[in-house]
């Protein structure tokens, strides 16, 4: 009966370390997920749209600088 107990508790603290790993690899992904977020927002943002030339008789309708 004593081994069946021992057995139980092993495999117990075994999980709860395993989980305690997952938990710390899930934490690195998130962070890296919300670094790779802010890059990508902030080259989205940087990003200006060119605007179409106001006056003559090139680039009025079209946009030609693109």
Do not use: Y
Not at 5 to 26: H, K, W, Y
Not at 29 to 46: P, Y
């Amino acid at each position: 009966m004593d081994a069946a107990v021992n057995n139980m508790v092993n495999a117990t603290l075994d999980m709860r370390q395993a989980q305690t790993i997952q938990q710390a690899q899930f934490s690195v992904f998130k962070d890296a997920l919300d670094g790779q977020a802010a890059q990508i927002t902030a080259l989205i943002d940087g990003a200006a749209e060119p605007q179409l030339a106001t006056s003559g008789s090139v680039g009025t309708q079209i946009n030609t600088t693109a």
